[in-house]
Structures are given as C-alpha cells and as structure tokens.
C-alpha cells in the first residue's frame, strides 16, 4: 500500500443505481425539500468499505465515474454487497451515469466508481441541474 493510499484512502467499487420508495415519495412531494436531499443524496456501502474508506456512518464521500463527480452522505448496508455501492435512483445518481450516443439506453449497473473521504458539503441539487 502506497502512503498515499494511507492518507487518502479510496475504493474502486461498482455502482447499481435502485429505486428508493422513500426518495420516490418525498421527490413527488417536493423535489427541492430537505427530506428528498436527505433521502436520495446518499450512497449506501457494506460496513467493510465504509471503515476501509476511514467513513462514519452519515459522513460524506467523493464519488467519481467517467461522467462526473458528486459527493454524498455515506451509510451502513449491510444488505449491499462488498464492493458494491448503492445510490437511489434521482439526480445525484444520474450525475455519474454517461449517457450513450446511440439509441441505447443508458448503463445503470455496474458502473466503474471510485470513492473517497471527502470534507465537502453534499453536492447541491441546484449544481446537479445546471450542468444537465
């Protein structure tokens, strides 16, 4: 392990974007409300990955894919696989998603990620849709 690695820990995890029956109800209610923020702007990691990354449970992490990057409240799943993250379906998922040139739909399994402990604020909903 390099120091850099000790310092800085990140994980190269794979991305399955799930629907989310609290997100999908609070969204319909208010999308700009505090409880869809609170329901939609997470990623869920095995508790392996959380301590590998040096996260508590609720801290925010950096997440990166070849589509962008946003940064999320992280929590304990112990549903979710190992290497595995879990984000619902919404905004802040769709941010790392890239969207194909053909009339393919896109890829929301399996996307090649890479998470980091991050001192950031949540990536704001408002960032998200400027830049859709």
Do not use: C
């Amino acid at each position: 392990m390099a120091l850099g690695d000790f310092l800085f820990p990140h994980a190269d995890l794979k991305l399955v974007i799930a629907r989310s029956f609290q997100a999908d109800v609070e969204s319909a209610k208010d999308i700009l409300s505090k409880e869809f923020l609170e329901n939609a702007a997470l990623v869920r990691l095995n508790k392996g990955d959380l301590q590998r990354l040096g996260l508590k449970n609720g801290g925010h992490a950096s997440i990166k894919s070849k589509a962008g990057t946003i940064v999320l409240a992280a929590f304990v799943d112990e549903k979710v696989p190992e290497n595995t993250a879990v984000i619902p379906y919404g905004p802040w998922a769709l941010a790392l998603v890239s969207v194909p040139k053909e009339d393919t739909p896109p890829q929301l399994h399996g996307i090649s990620i890479t998470i980091t402990r991050s001192d950031d604020e949540i990536t704001p909903l408002e960032e998200l849709l400027e830049h859709s």
